[in-house]
């Protein structure tokens, strides 16, 4: 992965810690916030496509806990292994 390098202004208190978790991680200080960043920008993703992209139908009402897993254990069961050879 290509990298590019930016310039920031940060804290000297959030450097400090930052210089000490990398010490006790046995990792750069560039690295941890390198994370940060990616962590950031992961945060602020517009996605394209939407977190659920199942729908269920219901009944007009707010299902039971013991229906919701009942409901999603069946449907769980029903998923081909992706592990399995097809």
């Known amino acids: ?4 390098r930016t310039n920031v ?3 000297p208190e959030d450097l400090a810690i930052i210089k ?12 941890i916030i ?3 960043i990616h962590l950031a920008a992961m945060a602020n993703r517009v996605w394209d496509e939407p977190l659920f992209s199942r729908t269920f139908e219901g ?13 999603v254990a069946d449907a769980v069961r029903r998923e081909p292994d992706p592990g399995a050879a097809a």
Request: proline letters at 3%; charged letters at 40%; glycine letters at 8%.
């Open 9 to 11: 202004y940060a804290d």
């Open 34 to 36: 390198r994370q940060g």
């Open 20 to 31: 000490e978790a990398a010490k006790r991680r046995g990792i750069s200080e560039a690295e």
């Open 59 to 71: 009944r007009g009402r707010t299902p039971t806990k013991d229906e919701v897993r009942a409901t």
């Open 1 to 4: 992965m290509s990298m590019q």
